[in-house]
């Protein structure tokens, strides 16, 4: 089981905390008001008031043996750099930090945190690409570069099998599902005939994605 240490619990963290606890996660929430940590503290494992710019009250607590800590304190730069600080100073091995603009992005990412998302960036992206296709049944961001598309099936395609389109070697991408009337074939072999109707579901990188967006 992971365990994951969430400090600031505004819209954003608190969805967050409730997600991974969800998920099966080991969660300790925290935050400075009483009433934030009060709203999340049936929904996690922990919940603690305090203060993670105090370093003792994060030792206290003994985050150092978390896998991860989400600072998810967006609009406050200098909150952000002294957590993040604390932080690493207590070994914790993995920081994802929640910034408010690409200044703050960059601050944060020279102290070395690991992962700076700035949600509402990365949905209007996410969404823009949705949008920006009329193909695009569904998208889900995997990391930065990579994701997977949900697509109908391209005209072009269909009555072809697999082997003969060649999708890896001509596009990029991975066919790792198709779906058709309510049934789903994972990882559909190389004599597989795509047919109307089908929902191909696909991994790639975004360019590729891109590519098979367009089709």
């Known amino acids: 089981m992971k365990s994951y240490v969430v400090i600031g619990l505004g819209r954003f963290g608190a969805s967050l905390a409730r997600q991974l606890c969800k998920l099966g996660a080991e ?15 049936s929904e996690v494992t922990h919940a603690v008031v305090g203060d993670a710019q105090d370093k003792e009250v994060l030792r206290a607590l003994v985050v150092r043996n978390m896998d991860c800590a989400i600072i998810a304190i967006g609009d406050n730069l200098a909150a952000s750099v002294l957590i993040t600080m604390n932080l690493k100073e207590l070994g914790i ?59 109908p099936a391209p005209a072009a395609w269909q009555g072809k099998t697999l ?49 098979v967006q367009k089709l």
């Open 163 to 211: 082997r003969e389109l060649n999708i890896r070697a001509k596009l990029g991408v991975n066919i790792i599902a198709v779906e058709n009337g309510g049934k789903t074939n994972v990882s559909p072999g190389a004599d597989y005939a795509i047919q109307s109707g089908d929902t191909l579901v696909v991994l790639g990188d975004n360019v590729s994605l891109e590519k």
């Open 93 to 151: 091995p993995f920081i994802v930090c929640k910034a408010h603009d690409e200044t703050h992005r960059k601050v944060l990412e020279k102290l070395g945190v690991d992962r700076v998302v700035i949600p509402e960036q990365e949905y209007a992206q996410r969404l823009a690409r949705t949008l920006n296709s009329h193909n695009v049944l569904d998208y889900i961001e995997l990391s930065e570069d990579f994701g997977i598309l949900d697509v």
């Open 27 to 41: 969660v300790l929430a925290l935050d400075v008001k009483g009433d934030l940590v009060q709203q999340v503290a």
